[in-house]
């Protein structure tokens, strides 16, 4: 089957770093990517990562363990306007489509 | 370089009416994504396609749902005798490449559907 978890919601407050974790079994896998959305808003994109390692992208980097089925998105210095729902999504191999998680909800508060 | 277009950005339509909802890729794509968001949940994957071919559909409900990218003009996703469970915002999404191809090529949302029935 395909499962991908992340935390339903999280806060932060405005200049710290924030961690956001999402562990996935899939049946098949050809990357995976962050997205952000703001509500009422379409998703962006933020990152991607298909080998194990750091990917770094100025205040966002993301982290992949391919063996442990893992990803992580890191915000620095958080800014208001980070408030968004952040969606982990993994690439199927075959027909390319994304899974989602169900995302993110990170509040950040000044 | 225009981004992906939807229209009608919202649609309202009443139990058993028709729901048709229209994708035009970012130029130069030919693959077309369609997902699904309902309240409060993640996007749902619906259908794949390229020009004129439904390579995966997976997604969508068997009964009702039908999506087409014809050679000319843009993709549309239709909904049949829409009842209040379709409501959801229905995002589009294009990439230039297809799963042939490897490299960090994203998938480019529009700003989506949101269709709410009556």
């Known amino acids: 089957g395909q499962n991908i978890d992340q935390p339903t919601e999280m806060t932060a407050t405005e200049g710290a770093i924030v961690q956001i974790n999402c562990t996935y079994q899939?049946?098949?896998?050809?990357?995976l990517f962050w997205y952000q959305q703001h509500a009422g808003e379409a998703p962006t994109f933020l990152s991607y990562n298909v080998l194990d390692g750091l990917e770094e992208k100025g205040r966002f980097s993301s982290f992949l363990s391919r063996s442990k089925g893992y990803s992580y998105l890191l915000l620095k210095e958080l800014q208001m306007k980070d408030s968004a729902s952040y969606l982990c999504?993994?690439?199927?191999?075959?027909?390319?489509?994304?899974?989602f998680g169900t995302g993110t909800r990170l509040q950040v508060f000044p | 370089n225009a981004g992906v277009m939807q229209n009608p950005r919202h649609l309202v339509r009443r139990r058993g009416q028709e729901a048709r909802l229209r994708c035009s890729p970012m130029?130069?794509?030919?693959?077309v994504y369609w997902y699904r968001q309902l309240p409060e949940e993640g996007l749902k994957f619906m259908v794949y396609?390229?020009?004129?071919?439904?390579?995966?559909e997976s997604g969508m409900p068997k009964e009702r749902f039908s999506a087409e990218f014809p050679k000319e003009g843009p993709s549309i996703l239709r909904i049949q005798q829409v009842v209040r469970g379709d409501s959801a915002a229905y995002f589009c999404a294009s990439s230039p490449t297809g799963p042939t191809s490897v490299g960090p090529y994203e998938q480019y949302f529009g700003p989506g559907t949101r269709l709410t029935v009556t």
């Open positions: 999504a993994v690439r199927d191999d075959n027909t390319d489509k994304l899974i």
């Open positions: 130029k130069g794509h030919s693959h």
């Open positions: 899939t049946s098949g896998f050809n990357g």
């Open positions: 396609l390229q020009k004129e071919n439904i390579i995966d």
